[in-house]
């Protein structure tokens, strides 16, 4: 079956640096585009990035474009999310999701939290 | 950007009853569109995509439907398990994919 595990989470100091991490078993990952998506407390669901299959290709939201990167290693089956100069407003449950139009499985999320 | 606007914020609707819960897009996004639930500290579960397909192993009691601008998930008797959030999230224009802000369903 689909598992997406992500870690990495964790308290960071505003302007602060993290990465995260999305294992991912039970499907061909390499055949998949993936998705992150965050929901900071108590809101909805936010887009953040997305990566073509191969790695080819990457496409951000706004509110993070210039401080986030999205990258994957197919070889290790793992998807990536490097964030840099994070802020309050960056504090969120990150989720892993895979697919391309829709987001068929979705990982429980790491939580980030941007405090000083 | 297209912007998912969902409607009502909050349903309360009682067990066996039926839900009807709306989504307008700020343009067309023709039936590209997805239905989520996501029940408290779980990961949200695909339920319908292409407006009105169910997802695998998504009960017959939710469909979906509408095209263009306005859609509609309806669940047709309402079961403990289904008291959740629903999102409504289109991938017609892409980027950004877009939400919208969730409609939660509670016990009336």
């Known amino acids: 079956q689909v598992q997406l595990v992500e870690s990495g989470g964790g308290v960071v100091q505003p302007g602060g640096s993290l990465r995260l991490s999305c294992a991912a078993s039970g499907f061909t990952f390499s055949n998949y585009g993936m998705h992150w998506v965050r929901q900071a407390p108590g809101k909805g669901l936010e887009w953040v990035a997305f990566i073509w299959h191969d790695g080819s290709n990457q496409y951000y939201a706004d509110s993070v474009k210039g401080r986030f990167t999205i990258s994957r290693d197919n070889s290790k089956n793992t998807l990536y999310l490097q964030m840099s100069s994070l802020s309050a407003e960056d504090t969120a449950v990150y989720s892993c999701?895979?697919?391309?139009?829709?987001?068929?499985?979705w990982g429980q999320g790491t939580l980030v939290t941007v405090s000083s | 950007e297209i912007v998912m606007t969902q409607s009502p914020a909050t349903l309360s609707v009682s067990p066996g009853e039926r839900a009807t819960l709306s989504c307008r897009a700020s343009?067309?996004?023709?039936?590209?569109l997805a239905w989520y639930q996501q029940k408290p500290g779980q990961a949200p579960r695909l339920l319908i995509y292409g407006a009105s397909t169910r997802a695998t192993g998504i009960p017959a009691r939710f469909s979906g439907s509408g095209s263009g601008t306005e859609f509609t998930l309806t669940i047709s008797s309402l079961q403990s398990e289904d008291f959740a959030v629903y999102y409504c999230?289109?991938?017609?224009?892409?980027?950004?994919?877009?939400f919208g802000q969730g409609t939660k369903m509670e016990i009336k």
């Open positions: 999230q289109q991938y017609n224009n892409w980027p950004p994919w877009t």
């Open positions: 343009q067309s996004v023709s039936s590209n």
């Open positions: 999701a895979k697919g391309r139009d829709t987001m068929t499985y």
